[in-house]
């Protein structure tokens, strides 16, 4: 290995930390992206927080003695490297001050990664790119086993694994988060203190531990406790803050398999006043994308009655709970009788619908019409494996989308959206946004738009490989129930009259159902503030 990639990489390893657990090694790839990025003046001026954080660094001018090389350092291998590569004494006043001519060899690694660090939660984007967080996480992260808060210099400390040291916990935000009874309504868990009269210059009287947390007297007057618990999830990984919050669960990623034995719940027990079916259902969902609710009546108020189970029925421009035949009266594709390709609906919303139920009354007069499912998970899943430039490329670029079929509406999201829209916090994807028909702008150059028609094109043919298509026939009694954010639908031409019935549900409603019958009220809400 060079001594300058040797470089890179331990500046890469020193700006994004690699915690022990659930992140991925830097690949050949991110790692020549960085090295561009850093090389072509041009580059890092494409990242104006970056250059600004730099000059104004510059500006400053902090102590020479911080960049001095003798000085000791945390990571030998990272000071002795950067010796080995010129005689250039290095100052980081120089990349301020000429950024046009930034010559890495220049850098002050310690200095340089000070101020990126500074710009990491903004640039947070860039850093998921540089290091290849972005990905489909299909099991539940494990747990960081926690370090047991401390006291230091009447501070309370946390351990973070990110930063591989106790950190603060500033006062402002224990004594904003104070979990007593005249701080947050005990029922409800809203805030009732008014943040903006706690002092600035808060300070702490006294700080006393006992066996599960830390009781502390401000010098407001106030008193409060944290438990040893709370503190720790302050500081944890950001991998692991989503968990309860947006119910990460395994993923059982499928292909035409599933069609083998595909998860069903029965009716009549869904039926039942016992809140244990409705969970089995909303797991199965959780966990496959998808789930059957078998023998149930052929009727429109009994599907309806699946959907109410979960949540309330979403109203749309189509109307909400939905019985209809085919015909052109809602002037959408999805209400004729041609084939679909497999999609997700609502790309034209915002917040596209979380669930989606259909459920086939009748078919008389005719035939086809088969069902299409494609698990979105997997298939992305895939492409991450086989081709993380196309990943990369449809994790990034926003995409617009439209309903405008009704004479009187022009349906559009307020921004455009990436295909595979990932949490901006976990790197975790969380929705995949897929509608060939409904697609308007590509929010990018127009003479760079082949490398997303080329991306968008391997997708498709991803999606419509055999051994990612589950083709099954609705039959009455037999309701649909599908993860629009994850699970692609379509279906084959058919003939003949087909009555349809079936509904949307949002994604909020529905996780928070889940989580508040997978976890239980107490521990969905003892972490609101650290998770
Ligand atoms: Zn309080």
Redesign the pocket.
Known sequence: MSSSKAIHQVLLARLFPIPKIGTPKIDAESLRSFRQAFRRPKSIAAYPSLSRSISSAADVGEPRSNSDPREPSRTPTASKQAKNVGSSTPKLGHIGAHSQSLMFERVDIKKLTKQLRKVDVVDRRLRQVLDGSLKVMTTTPPAYPPKKPRIHEKMIQAYSPTAHEFVNVPNIWL?DN???????HEITKQRL?DTFQIPQDLDVDSHERDATGIKVKWSDG???YYTDDFIAKSASLTENKGIVRQAITNLHLWGVEVSENPPTVPYPQLMSQESKPLLQLLQQIRRYGFCYIDSTPATPEATKFVLERISFIRLTHYGGFYDFTADLASKDTAYTNIALEAHTDNTYFSDPAGLQAFHLLSHTDGEGGASLLVDGFKVANDLYHEDRDVYNILSSVNIHAHASGNEDISIQPYKGFPTLNHDQQTGYLLQVRWNSSDRAAIEMPVEKVEKWYDAARKWNDMLKKPENEYWCQLTPGRVLVFDNWRVLHGRSAFTGKRRIAGGYINRDDWISKFKMLHYGREKVLKHLTVD
Do not use: A, W
């Open positions: 004594r104070c979990q007593c009874s005249s701080c947050v203190l106030h008193e409060s």
